[in-house]
């Protein structure tokens, strides 16, 4: 994984932690058997306060910009929360693979991109996308070939088949992978007769 990416996750989960950890301990100081153990110089709220009373949440919602606020700023942190987790589980795809030799490693990424190379070459062939899934004991690759006009798919799919993902299976051994071929044509636009 990115080592700025590995930095920023621990720094978050580190303010989240902190954060409930601090609310969470403040909380439990209000208790009345852990008030009276708690240091002098512990923050703690007056007896039978809360933290937002009904009748100033009655006066926040009377206010026009309370209830799009509130509503903006939980779906901003929603997104925000998905936009991260989305962003870890598509970094997992994308590891460093063991080669054959000693410490020889290989990215995910750059081999899914030469595998794209080789099945654009075949002929046939307008464009191919390769999404590949590394683990450590099998790999997944999923690709996607979209056909020049006239092409034969048994032949292009042979060709890509021997040429490119024989190669990615290579390179990989002795790990096993696994392929998905999606193949589209591309279709011939014709001209309007005006």
């Given at each position: 994984?990115?080592?700025?990416?590995?930095a920023?996750?621990?720094?978050?989960?580190?303010l989240?932690?902190a954060?409930?950890l601090?609310g969470?301990?403040?909380?439990?100081?209000t208790?009345?058997?852990?008030?009276?153990?708690?240091p002098?110089?512990?923050?703690?709220p007056?007896?039978?306060?809360?933290?937002?009373?009904?009748s100033?949440l009655?006066?926040?919602?009377?206010q026009?910009?309370?209830?799009p606020?509130?509503?903006?700023?939980?779906a901003?942190?929603?997104?925000l929360?998905?936009?991260w987790?989305l962003?870890q589980?598509r970094?997992?795809g994308?590891?460093?693979?063991?080669?054959?030799?000693r410490l020889?490693t290989?990215?995910s990424?750059?081999?899914?991109?030469?595998?794209?190379?080789?099945a654009e070459a075949a002929?046939?062939v307008s464009?191919?996308?390769?999404?590949?899934?590394a683990?450590?004991?099998?790999?997944r690759a999923?690709v996607?070939l979209r056909l020049?006009?006239?092409?034969a798919?048994?032949?292009?799919?042979?060709?890509v088949s021997h040429?490119?993902?024989?190669e990615?299976r290579r390179?990989?051994a002795?790990?096993?992978?696994?392929?998905?071929v999606?193949?589209g044509?591309?279709?011939r636009r014709?001209?309007?007769?005006?």
């Amino acid at each position: 994984m990115n080592p700025l990416r590995t930095a920023v996750n621990r720094v978050l989960l580190a303010l989240a932690g902190a954060s409930l950890l601090g609310g969470g301990a403040w909380l439990a100081g209000t208790a009345g058997s852990v008030a009276e153990r708690l240091p002098g110089w512990w923050p703690r709220p007056a007896a039978g306060t809360v933290l937002l009373d009904r009748s100033t949440l009655a006066d926040l919602r009377d206010q026009g910009w309370w209830t799009p606020v509130v509503i903006a700023g939980t779906a901003c942190a929603l997104l925000l929360s998905l936009t991260w987790l989305l962003a870890q589980v598509r970094s997992g795809g994308h590891r460093r693979l063991p080669l054959a030799g000693r410490l020889l490693t290989l990215r995910s990424r750059a081999l899914a991109d030469a595998v794209a190379r080789r099945a654009e070459a075949a002929s046939g062939v307008s464009r191919a996308h390769v999404t590949l899934l590394a683990g450590p004991k099998r790999s997944r690759a999923r690709v996607r070939l979209r056909l020049e006009p006239g092409a034969a798919p048994g032949r292009v799919l042979e060709g890509v088949s021997h040429a490119a993902l024989d190669e990615a299976r290579r390179s990989l051994a002795p790990y096993p992978l696994t392929t998905h071929v999606h193949v589209g044509a591309r279709l011939r636009r014709e001209k309007r007769a005006r």
